[in-house]
């Protein structure tokens, strides 16, 4: 009884009926009214399942189960009316995606089956979710390290611009900050086709790109939003990644949810991009902050305040030698090779695959070649804590 069925109707006596019939059964709890729905779901929520009638005052249920599914997609909704016909049923399937639809007067019987049934389907919903992120995030990770073996300077920015988007998610407190993350962590996945120098030279750091390099570097967004679009539920962030460069489109329904929340992605990696060649220009954060309000009026002002409360991540600074480095250190130095060549750039976050590769790039020469690196605060503590 722990998945919890939000019953709502106008009609204050039919939901305690509700309740007596159901409450050995199931958990439910009870609103009166569309209005009150939507609170309780903001309150108490998510709900597994959602039963609402369709004649109520001020908001119909067509109309709340259609809200319902823009604040909980994974809600099973069901819909209970006294009338049946076909038009009110097209309605409600249409705009909320109604799973069932019942007509009263409904028995205990019945409507203890039809709320069975919701709460399977819900089950088989979120575990098909639940194994389609486990698929993501670990696309995420081979794509990540790929990138991070293939290109460290785009592998080192692209983690500075995931702060920084997640600095702005949160205090814009977007749903679902994860997209606005990733969209950042793979920004710049497009540039394994760039090498090094033309890399750097366009980021202003080097010399002017020729006409072909500058061809290049600008279709590098492309590559990364057409390699991430093959993996499930990528769609959205691909898109945003594919408009980091360029202003966004105005497209599809302005009133959709998931554009609207596409559109300001794109807006978002398009101004942290743009944060952080200022600031490897050397300029300050309020500079920087201020001079991109300037160019982009369209956007909520608080991004740009976010950008200049950035605060600088708190780390221990020391000298490590290669085999003793931990998952979660972050380098403060780039590592080259004997030729020159960049392995692996300043403020890139060690993982387990970049131990691996450091160990065997120093081989013999591991315990005694150290590597200053910052040590996050958990990252001590949990050396601390590790017995041995």
């Known amino acids: 009884m722990s998945e919890k069925i939000l019953l709502v109707d106008d009609e204050i006596a039919i939901l305690q009926g509700y309740q007596r019939l159901l409450h050995r059964e199931f958990n439910t709890t009870i609103a009166t009214g569309g209005g009150a729905g939507l609170v309780e779901i903001e309150r108490t929520g998510p709900y597994a399942v959602v039963v609402s009638d369709m004649r109520m005052p001020k908001m119909d249920g067509a109309e709340f189960l259609a809200k319902v599914k823009n604040l909980s997609p994974d809600t099973v909704r069901v819909m ?18 109604i799973f069932r ?16 049934a919701s709460l399977m389907q819900h089950r088989l919903v979120t575990a098909e979710r639940e194994l389609l992120e486990k698929t993501l995030a670990g696309s995420i990770t081979v794509l990540t390290e790929v ?60 010399r002017e790109l020729t006409a072909e390099e500058r061809q290049l570097f600008d279709a590098h967004p492309k590559v990364a939003r057409d390699l991430l679009c093959k993996i499930p539920r990528m769609e959205p962030i691909a898109w945003m990644i594919g408009y980091q460069n360029e202003p966004v489109p105005l497209e599809g329904d302005i009133a959709d949810r998931e554009m609207a929340d596409m559109r300001l992605g794109a807006s978002i990696l398009r101004v942290a991009l743009a944060f952080d060649d200022l600031i490897q220009l ?107």
């Not at 639809?101 to 069975?116: G, Q, R, S, V, W």
């Not at 600095?167 to 497009?190: C, D, K, Y």
């Open 282 to 388: 050397d300029l300050s954060k309020t500079e920087a902050a201020h001079r991109l309000a300037r160019q982009h009026t369209d956007l909520d002002r608080r991004i740009f305040e976010a950008l200049v409360e950035l605060k600088a991540e708190e780390h221990e600074v020391r000298q490590c030698p290669v085999d003793q480095l931990s998952v979660g250190m972050i380098l403060r130095q780039d590592i080259k090779n004997e030729q020159g060549v960049l392995i692996v750039a300043k403020g890139q976050e060690v993982t387990t695959p970049l131990i691996l590769r450091l160990k065997n790039l120093y081989k013999k020469d591991s315990a005694k070649t150290s590597i200053e690196v910052g040590v996050p605060n958990e990252v001590a503590s949990a050396a601390v804590a590790r017995p041995g």
């Open 147 to 206: 990138l991070s073996l293939v290109n460290p300077a785009a592998f080192s920015r692209a983690a500075r611009v995931r702060r920084y988007i997640r600095h702005i998610v949160t205090v814009l407190r977007l749903p679902n900050p994860w997209r606005f993350e990733v969209a950042g962590m793979m920004s710049q996945l497009g540039c394994v086709t760039l090498d090094p120098e033309t890399l750097d030279s366009a980021h202003g750091r080097r």
């Open 101 to 116: 639809f019942l007509t009263k007067p409904c028995t205990k019987d019945t409507l203890a089956k039809i709320l069975t």
């Open 80 to 97: 209970l009316t006294g009338n049946a016909d076909m038009q009110t049923a097209v309605r409600a399937v249409n705009d909320g995606n």
